[in-house]
């Protein structure tokens, strides 16, 4: 979709679009949302003090995401070198600041050398990752091992792949839109600077999905390891085009 098109659609967002111009487009593609309830006190001491942690239902949650980014574009510039495509995992949980929803990531591994080094910057935790995907009869293999010394050793390893093929949007006001239908992401840097990164897309096509872990040890060096005994919610997307303003202090226009 062109970007015009993108913004044309926005009555399924939470609150408004953002000011200002969006400076970078991602297309994400064959992206699983794994998502699991889990207790609250695990979450918390990973959360700055000025984010209020998320609930539904009295429960906290963290969602893995596994997924391949191509092409990402940095608006007005020629398309970055060695940057436009990567694969990307990331572990996320949910929270708000002054009632404004978004989500909080937890770790972030990446294929790409400079996509991490720029997302750092930032103040995202990104790290180095050898990773990879390959697709077989209509199933996705994913394979990530962390290669950062600025992160403990962790990997992820396993088998997801959509299990119908109709495609639909999650209700307004359930679950699963309170899941998957977030347009803002926080962040804090080193010196304690609180920043919101906004995006946008169209709602998030999904098809129900099914996943195998093989092996798993993100979250377990976070000591926030998913419950075995509750299966996730899955589901799956094939494609979601992404426009992304830039990090802002969360002060300055709220």
């Given amino acids: ?46 959360i700055p003090k000025d984010l209020q942690l998320d609930l539904w239902q009295g429960a906290a949650w963290v969602t893995i995401s596994p997924f391949y980014i191509r ?16 694969l990307e995992f990331n572990m996320r949980t949910y929270v708000t600041y002054k009632n404004r929803p978004g989500i909080y990531l937890l770790s972030v591994d990446a294929s790409s050398r400079l ?39 962790a990997s992820f390893k396993g088998i997801y792949y959509p299990t119908s093929s109709e495609v639909f949007h999650a209700s307004h006001n359930s679950q699963l839109y309170w899941l998957t239908e977030r347009y803002r992401l926080y962040t804090q840097k080193r010196n304690g ?36 005994s509750k299966k996730p919610i899955l589901t799956y997307s094939g494609r979601q085009d992404v426009l992304i303003w830039p990090p802002k ?5 709220e």
Avoid: C
Avoid at 1 to 27: T, Y
Avoid at 71 to 86: C, E, G, N
Avoid at 142 to 147: L, P, Q, V
Avoid at 197 to 221: F, R
């Fill in 115 to 153: 996509a991490v080094e720029a997302a750092r910057f930032a103040g995202l935790p990104y790290l180095n990752a050898d990773m990879s995907m390959k697709q077989r009869d209509g199933m996705f293999y994913y394979a990530s091992e962390r290669k950062d010394r600025r992160g403990e050793s």
């Fill in 193 to 228: 600077v609180m920043l919101a990164i906004d995006i946008h897309h169209i709602p998030w096509p999904l098809q129900t999905a099914e996943l195998t872990i093989e092996k798993n040890s993100i979250g377990e060096v976070l000591e926030i390891k998913p419950p075995n």
């Fill in 249 to 253: 202090k969360v002060e300055s226009r």
């Fill in 71 to 86: 092409p990402l574009h940095i608006r007005w510039l020629p398309p970055p070198p060695f940057v436009r495509s990567f």
């Fill in 1 to 46: 979709m062109k970007p015009d098109e993108i913004l044309e659609i926005h009555k399924h967002r939470p609150f408004e679009l953002p000011e200002g111009s969006w400076v970078m487009r991602q297309v994400w593609h064959d992206l699983l949302f794994a998502h699991w309830p889990i207790e609250k006190e695990l979450i918390t001491p990973h």
